[in-house]
């Protein structure tokens, strides 16, 4: 609905008030200062893979001219983000300043789905967004573990999301899923179609295949536990081979 006015003075007053207005609120924002700055990050389970004084630090050596005190004019706030946003576990950060001065940085972390064990080397982490990232000297996290030659080959790489798109897809799938997660501890990957799970209870070592079929697969495994395990024993089997389609094959 648009409103028309008739009466010309009326409509140059009100454009005169909303003119001081606003130059009220710029004459304020250019006379506010720095009173500090304020490191927020959202904790994954309450584990923080960024901590706050190592962020702030950073920055202190990045500006070491932003100090408290000094005019909020001389504060980038997009520097600022870019900056925090160059930390390695660092998904998105949102930086803005509050009506008293204070910087406020809000951060979001990576999610650590997997971990790649390597023996005579640094380990890494899988994110739920494919990026590898470096382990943390300060903190850990529970999450299955990855090893072989194809495994450690991924360290290579930024990013595996669209080249390993099938092996995401089934470290997803383990992930998204409670009994799962919970009890496939860890695959060995010595190449790309040759995967082998290790799980939290039982002993038997499951010979996955390749990355395919992934719901199938998984189907005959829970059919290898209902079915198979309580009528011979948990201790029968050291194998359990669901690679091939259709079958089975216990040994």
């Known amino acids: 609905m648009k409103i028309k006015y008739k009466n010309p003075l009326i409509f140059s007053s009100l454009v005169l008030v909303l003119v001081v207005f606003i130059g009220f609120v710029e004459k304020k924002d250019s006379e506010r200062t720095l009173s500090g700055m304020e490191v927020r990050v959202r904790g994954i389970a309450d584990v923080y893979f960024v901590n706050e004084k190592e962020i702030l630090n950073a920055l202190k050596t990045e500006f070491p001219l932003i100090q408290p005190g000094i005019s909020m004019k001389e504060v980038d706030l997009n520097k600022i983000e870019k900056k925090v946003e160059t930390h390695p576990f660092v998904r998105k950060a949102e930086v803005f300043a509050d009506l008293k ?11 650590p789905m997997a971990r790649i064990v390597r023996p005579n080397a640094a380990d890494g982490y899988i994110s739920t967004e494919g990026r590898i990232l470096p382990t943390s000297p300060q903190y850990t ?21 669209e080249s390993h798109s099938e092996l995401m897809e089934l470290i ?4 998204d899923d409670e009994f799962w997660r919970a009890q ?12 082998r799970m290790h799980q939290q209870v039982g002993k038997q070592v499951i010979e996955f295949g390749d990355a395919k079929d992934i719901e199938e697969k998984f189907n005959k495994i829970n059919l290898f536990y209902e079915e198979i395990l309580p009528k011979k024993g948990w201790n029968t089997y050291s194998r359990v081979n669901v690679k091939y389609k259709g079958q089975i094959v216990c040994e």
Do not use: C, W
Request: without cysteine; proline residues 2%.
């Open 101 to 111: 001065g204070q910087v406020v940085i809000e951060i979001a972390q990576h999610i």
């Open 141 to 161: 996290t529970r999450v299955m573990t990855l090893g072989g030659a194809h495994a450690e080959s991924l360290l290579k790489m930024e990013d595996i999301n």
């Open 184 to 195: 496939i501890a860890g695959m060995d990957i010595p190449k790309k179609s040759d995967i």
């Open 172 to 175: 997803r799938f383990i992930y």
